[in-house]
Each structure stands twice: as structure tokens, then as C-alpha cells.
Nanobody, 115 residues
């Protein structure tokens, strides 16, 4: 079992940057996949970025070139650097830890981008 806690959300103007952090309760070295997802008001949750235990990275097309996901296995933390934020980036951002058995979700952190 693993618990994940997100932090770093807030209010930012369009064009600005934020860095989200996802702290895990245990080592993430062997966790298959760590990822960031977001859910905007009235919309379904969608994948933003994922990073595998082997370091393979995947981004949604809408954030490619602007967002960067990284993981620090020593700190049991995954980061999401978000640059050039757009108003459509307003959402609750969730961290997910995907294991063979199940996916563990955090409670989310609110990101609001003002235009």
C-alpha cells in the first residue's frame, strides 16, 4: 500500500508557472507508474503526464512542451513542472501511483489559472 499527497497548487496568471509535488509514503522505486491527472469542473478526469519505473515518460498532447514530469526516487517524490500555463489548465490535479494490484490516488491540489 502507498499513500500519496499532492502539494504546490495555487492561483497563477496565464503564462505563469507552478511546480506540483507528489510525496509518497514509501519508496517509489518499484512502483510501476507514477502520474499526474487533472479534473476540470464539469469534465472527466484526464491524464496529464506519467513516468514509469524505467523512466519512460508520456504526456497528453495538450501539455507537451510546457509541462515536465520527473521523479526523485531518493525523496519518494514525483514532480510536475508546469510552464506557460493556460486558463484551461484550471483543475484539481491528482497524483496516482499505479502498482500491479491497484492505483492509489491522492486527494488532489487545486490549480487556478487566471486569464
Amino acid at each position: 500500500q502507498v499513500q500519496v499527497v499532492e502539494s504546490g497548487g495555487g492561483l497563477v496568471q496565464a503564462g505563469g508557472s507552478l511546480r506540483l509535488s507528489c510525496a509518497a509514503s514509501r519508496s517509489i522505486f518499484s512502483i510501476n507508474l507514477m502520474g499526474w491527472h487533472r479534473q476540470a469542473p464539469g469534465k472527466q478526469r484526464e491524464m496529464v503526464a506519467t513516468i514509469s519505473s524505467a523512466g519512460r515518460i508520456n504526456y497528453d498532447d495538450s501539455v507537451k512542451g510546457r509541462f515536465t514530469i520527473s521523479r526523485d526516487n531518493a525523496e519518494n517524490t514525483v514532480y510536475l513542472q508546469m510552464d506557460s500555463l493556460k486558463s484551461e489548465g484550471t483543475a484539481v490535479y491528482y497524483c496516482a501511483a499505479v502498482t500491479f494490484l491497484t492505483t492509489y490516488w491522492g486527494h488532489g491540489t487545486q490549480v487556478t489559472v487566471s486569464s
